[in-house]
């Protein structure tokens, strides 16, 4: 969609959400697209909000958080299929890199909704801050 210049958000929940934390998150994330109908973003922002699978009243005040850099360090096995062929399996477990402190993951982590405007630009987050202010409640 940004590719094309129309707005974009992506929005995530972690794994066994209720319905009332999407229906919140839904809400929010609505709220935000709207309040950016007229603002003009980069051609590459894309709107990231993500939240924890939390209760509502245990959920901490969105943030705006710069995008994590931690990576996931999967491992894999090799195994041989029914043919004799080799292939490659992902091995069970979730591992990553440390996650900075004050990161979307950081935040997300400690219980709060994070949004992230993803831009090819390490600064793009700054350009956003005082308009976000207005979806903090």
């Avoid at 973003?41 to 901490?60: D, G, H, S, T, Y």
């Avoid at 029914?82 to 477990?93: E, V």
Wanted: charged fraction near 25%; charge should be negative.
């Amino acid at each position: 969609a940004r590719m094309l210049r129309l707005k974009a958000m992506a929005v995530s929940i972690r794994p066994h959400a209720t319905w009332e934390m999407l229906m919140n998150l839904a809400r929010l994330a609505v709220r935000i697209a709207e309040g950016f109908e007229h603002t003009e973003l980069p051609r590459m922002c894309v709107i990231n909000l993500n939240a924890p699978a939390l209760p509502v009243e245990e959920l901490k005040p969105l943030r705006l958080a710069p995008l994590s850099q931690s990576f996931f360090l999967d491992a894999y096995e090799q195994r041989t299929d029914l043919h004799g062929n080799p292939y490659f399996w992902l091995k069970p477990g979730i591992v990553m890199e440390e996650i900075e402190e004050g990161s979307d993951l950081d935040l997300l982590h400690k219980g709060h909704i994070t949004c992230t405007f993803v831009l090819p630009s390490p600064d793009s987050n700054n350009k956003y801050t005082e308009k976000m202010q207005d979806f903090a409640h």
